[in-house]
């Protein structure tokens, strides 16, 4: 596998059950991040984590639980979601998160509906 | 507030040149990156920007002016594959990225 992986690519969950995103890279990064896309609408940043460390948490509903073992591995942890937290979630990686030259690689996202 | 603005939608034509402009309101600035994002698909990096003036890499080029707040992305002799979402993006003084909502590219033949 190279670069950012993500699974699973499809998820269709009900209002009351738990489930899991997870994302690896395979691209030596040291920073991770976690997007939500909604259509038409900018990409919102979720969760940053450098070395393992989170850096950044941008207001999310603690319905989201990031985690992040080590410094190839990032999941989102999910529970009791809403109706509109229906969206693309993508992960990304870059080589550091306080650089200003570094672009981030994405993974090709998971597809989630919440019922 | 931080605040990024491109157009919604744009058509051109195969063989033709476009321009998509991008306008942005960051806490600082540490570089303007493009990504390119077909449908259904992960976004895919285009090209940076930190300093004044233009970027050339191959059929695309990208130009900033820090001072104006602003940048466009140049394609030429546009193919149709050239059919996807066009993402702005500023990076703050914190190096986070702010995002625009992205220009849809239509090419027709």
């Known amino acids: 596998e190279t670069g950012v992986t993500q699974t699973p690519r499809h998820l269709v969950m009900g209002m009351t059950n738990k489930k899991s995103l997870k994302c690896e890279q395979h691209l030596g990064h040291n920073a991770m991040y976690w997007y939500k896309q909604s259509a038409k609408k900018p990409l919102e940043l979720m969760f940053v984590y450098s070395l393992e460390e989170r850096v950044e948490n941008n207001s999310v509903p603690s319905r989201f639980s990031p985690e992040c073992p080590n410094s190839s591995h990032l999941f989102l942890h999910l529970h009791t979601l809403q109706p509109e937290d229906s969206a693309l979630y993508l992960c990304?990686?870059?080589?550091?998160?306080?650089?200003?030259?570094?672009?981030?690689?994405f993974g090709p996202g998971t597809r989630l509906t919440v019922t | 507030g931080q605040n990024i603005d491109q157009p919604t939608e744009m058509t051109a034509t195969e063989g033709a040149i476009v321009q998509i402009n991008c306008t942005y309101q960051t806490s600082g600035f540490n570089g303007l990156f493009w990504y390119q994002q077909h449908a259904g698909e992960a976004p895919t990096f285009l090209s940076y920007?930190?300093l004044d003036g233009l970027e050339e890499k191959g059929r695309f080029s990208s130009f900033l002016s820090r001072s104006k707040g602003y940048s466009y992305l140049l394609l030429k002799e546009l193919q149709m594959k050239d059919s996807a979402s066009y993402l702005c993006a500023a990076k703050d003084s914190n190096y986070q990225l702010i995002w625009g909502a992205g220009t849809k590219l239509i090419i027709k033949p």
């Open positions: 920007n930190v």
């Open positions: 990304a990686s870059s080589q550091d998160q306080g650089s200003g030259s570094y672009e981030q690689y």
